[in-house]
């Protein structure tokens, strides 16, 4: 009886360590490969990726063509004249 036991317990273990890494990608995935932009520097330093504002921006020239995306974080930019 205990023989069946062992495999069953290697099984649970296993798909308890499967679900935990799966749940931690999805929380990992959801801020993971984001950049965040807090200055004006970063801002019109931006290539080809994924960014999120941390704060409202003022910035002296325009930003930058990239692609990918620029989440505003319910910030705003302003450009300065």
Same mark, same amino acid.
């Given at each position: 009886m205990n023989t069946k036991r062992i495999p069953i317990c290697f099984l649970t273990v296993f798909l308890v360590i499967a679900?935990?890494?799966?749940?931690g990608?999805?929380?990992?995935?959801?801020?993971g490969g984001v950049t965040e932009i807090d200055t004006e520097e970063e801002l019109l330093a931006?290539? +080809? *990726? =994924?960014?999120?504002?941390?704060?409202?921006?003022t910035v002296s020239a325009s930003v930058p063509?990239?692609?990918?995306?620029? +989440? *505003? =974080?319910g910030h705003?930019?302003?450009?300065?004249?």
């Amino acid at each position: 009886m205990n023989t069946k036991r062992i495999p069953i317990c290697f099984l649970t273990v296993f798909l308890v360590i499967a679900l935990l890494t799966a749940v931690g990608t999805l929380f990992v995935g959801a801020s993971g490969g984001v950049t965040e932009i807090d200055t004006e520097e970063e801002l019109l330093a931006i290539t +080809d *990726g =994924n960014y999120k504002l941390t704060k409202n921006l003022t910035v002296s020239a325009s930003v930058p063509a990239f692609t990918g995306t620029l +989440d *505003g =974080n319910g910030h705003t930019v302003t450009v300065s004249s």
